[in-house]
Every structure is written in C-alpha cells, then in structure tokens.
C-alpha cells in the first residue's frame, strides 16, 4: 500500500490564485512528521515545509502553508498568490518515529504551471 | 552558509564504465543521503551515510556504492553502468538523522549511451 499519496499528477492554475496540492499519508506511528518540497525544472529539490504530528498549529513559511488534518490522515499544501515562479513539482514525503532507521517516503509529486 | 554541493552537474558515459560523483553537504551536517530519480520509478533511496558509515541502505544492486569521509564530503560510485541508470542523482544532507530535514543539492545528470 502507497504510504503518501499525492492525487494530482499534474494542476493549471492562474496566477495569483491560491493552489492546494494533496497528500495523503498512511501510518500507524503516532511520532512522525511531513516534509513538502519543490523541484524545478532545474533539478534542485528546494524545503519548503516541515509539520511533526504534534504540532498544535498548522505550519506556515511565507506563501506556503500546510493544511495538517490528522484524522483525515491529509497534509495538504496551500499556496497562496501564486506566482509564475511557482511552476514546478511538488513533491509530499514523511518520516516515521524519530529515532527509526528507516528513511524518507516519498509520494510520486504534483507537476504545478501558473498560467499568466 | 553555502548549500549542498554536487559535481559534476553533467555526465556522459557508456554502458559497461564506471562512474563516481561527488557531494559536499551544509558545513556542520553530518548526515548525507543519495537518491536517484527517474520519470519512471520517481524518487528512490540509495543510501545514507552518517560519521563515515553507512546507516541505511535502498534496494539498489552491488553495482551501486558510496562513501563518506572524515570531513562528511560523500562519494557514490556506479560500476558497469547500465541503460538504466540514466538518471539525477541527488544528494542531501541533514544535521543528523535522515529524518529531519533534508537539503538538497542540485544534482548530477547521469546519461548512459
């Protein structure tokens, strides 16, 4: 079973706009965390990111923030205003328990265009 | 603080040599990772290294290798490259687990004719 799962293999949305990208995750650990990062057609995996299953409050960094639903089991990313610079994929992953030797899970990405 | 380093940026090679690329992670992160993507199979983990030893290990073939040395500068070594194995190798450092954080550099194209 698909451990994170991003729905939308690809998004148009019109500049200025805000844009949701979906991820879905599945585990059992209560201690884990979502990591959401953004890849360019340059190459560079860019952190945009970071909610832990304990945080009280949803995540925000500037435009992006997360819409952590833990029952729901979905930690979605909102961009807001978007921009043309916000072309790119958009890939969701998760860690498990903390000190687990198990590494990152990724989902298979979100390809966004800002049309202008 | 300068970022994750990888070079070289750009490699051709042909089936059957071998093939060695190089990262230089976030001064003080000990932690380095390797991933290969593809258009087809995405996101793939090879490997992490933490303080010269290797932690955890993708299911990748022998063919597929690394090191870290002493100054947490890491190595990733393909032997009798495939069609394959065409890809961007990745590299990712964090301070010290694999699972915080993850900084990534930019990449090396790898081509296989």
């Known amino acids: 079973a698909q451990k994170i799962t991003q729905t939308q293999p690809g998004m148009f949305v019109q500049e200025k706009e805000a844009v949701t990208l979906d991820c879905t995750y599945d585990?059992?650990?209560?201690?884990?965390?979502l990591f959401w990062y953004k890849q360019p057609s340059s190459g560079e995996m860019i952190f945009l990111i970071y909610?832990?299953?304990?945080d009280q409050q949803n995540a925000t960094e500037g435009r992006y923030s997360l819409n952590f639903q833990k029952a729901r089991k979905s930690a979605n990313l909102v961009i807001s205003a978007s921009q043309l610079g916000d072309s790119a994929m958009y890939f969701c992953?998760?860690?498990?328990?903390?000190?687990?030797?198990?590494?990152?899970?990724w989902g298979a990405g979100t390809k966004l265009i800002i049309k202008p | 603080k300068a970022g994750v380093t990888q070079t070289p940026r750009y490699l051709i090679k042909t089936r059957g040599q071998q093939v060695t690329l190089s990262c230089s992670p976030i001064?003080?992160?000990?932690?380095v990772s390797w991933y290969q993507q593809t258009p087809g199979q995405g996101l793939q983990f090879l490997f992490e290294?933490?303080?010269?030893?290797?932690?955890n290990k993708g299911n990748f073939p022998g063919r597929f290798s690394g090191r870290q040395f002493s100054n947490s500068r890491s190595e990733m070594n393909v032997s009798t490259l495939e069609l394959g194995d065409s890809a961007l190798y990745l590299c990712?450092?964090?301070?010290?687990?694999?699972?915080?954080?993850?900084?990534f550099g930019p990449g090396t194209r790898l081509l296989v004719l």
């Open positions: 992953a998760m860690r498990e328990a903390p000190d687990s030797n198990y590494q990152l899970i």
């Open positions: 909610q832990g299953s304990y």
């Open positions: 001064s003080g992160h000990r932690s």
């Open positions: 290294y933490f303080s010269e030893t290797q932690r």
């Open positions: 990712a450092s964090s301070l010290h687990e694999i699972q915080e954080t993850q900084y």
């Open positions: 585990t059992s650990d209560p201690s884990y965390g």
